[in-house]
């Protein structure tokens, strides 16, 4: 199956800017998503991005995708407290039920 | 909006206990899901179900199975749980099987078998 990777930690300053780093195995991987869980909850969908696209901006998020190194960035601007979270990569195939998950990074923001 | 609730937020039971985990989900979603979150090892697959009474297992079965008699619920039961089963359980849904399809999820059960 297919195997997602990401860094298990991240500290960031308040408003600086955060990016959380994933890899994954299979290229055939036709959608790519950013998770968020927030202490005691459940996952909430952040952002997608398309395997024929480079980077997708939403507001605050950038997603990059550099499909030849099967390599998915999230990048938060101005990061918040509120933002402490830990953020899951996961990747699907157009023909799969399933979503694949990394391990979670989780982002620690500190005054 | 979405609401998948599952049944208990906190569950402790002791080993060799037989345990029902219950998730139900209102938008009439076909897809259901079951996944354990350990630290380390993120979400893992347990079992999943893509219409009433049809079950496919994930990543790591052993110990489980799983119930859908009705559209709206998905249950996991433990038949004699372990302590090696103590984990945060996460159900979710998702509409169809091909293209962007969400998974929402639930608050999750954290689950101490003693």
């Known amino acids: 199956g297919e195997d997602v990777e990401q860094s298990p930690f991240l500290s960031v300053r308040e408003g600086d800017s955060s990016v959380i780093n994933c890899t994954y195995t299979?290229?055939?991987?036709?959608?790519l998503y950013w998770y968020k869980q927030e202490p005691g909850a459940g996952l909430q969908l952040l952002t997608y991005?398309?395997?024929?696209?480079d980077m997708k901006q939403d507001q605050r998020l950038t997603v990059l995708l550099n499909k030849k190194d099967k390599h998915l960035s999230l990048r938060i601007a101005d990061t918040q407290t509120g933002d402490s979270a830990i953020y899951f990569c996961?990747?699907?195939?157009?023909?799969?039920?399933?979503?694949?998950f990394g391990a979670g990074t989780t982002v620690t923001v500190r005054a | 909006d979405v609401k998948v609730t599952q049944s208990s937020r906190y569950l402790v039971k002791r080993t060799g206990e037989k345990v029902f985990l219950e998730c139900v989900q209102d938008?009439?979603?076909?897809?259901m899901f079951w996944y354990r979150q350990d630290p380390g090892l993120g979400l893992r697959l347990i079992y999943f179900?893509?219409?009433?009474?049809?079950?496919e297992k994930g990543d790591i079965p052993e110990g489980y199975s799983v119930s859908r008699e009705k559209k709206e619920r998905f249950s996991l039961i433990l038949e004699s749980a372990s302590t090696n089963q103590t984990s945060m359980y996460l159900c979710?849904?998702?509409?169809?099987?091909?293209?962007?399809?969400?998974?929402?999820f639930g608050p999750g059960t954290r689950l101490t078998v003693l």
């Open positions: 996961a990747a699907k195939d157009d023909n799969d039920y399933k979503l694949s």
């Open positions: 991005i398309f395997s024929n696209m």
């Open positions: 299979d290229s055939s991987s036709t959608y």
């Open positions: 938008m009439d979603h076909e897809n």
């Open positions: 979710a849904s998702s509409y169809g099987q091909g293209g962007l399809y969400e998974q929402f």
């Open positions: 179900s893509y219409d009433v009474k049809m079950k």
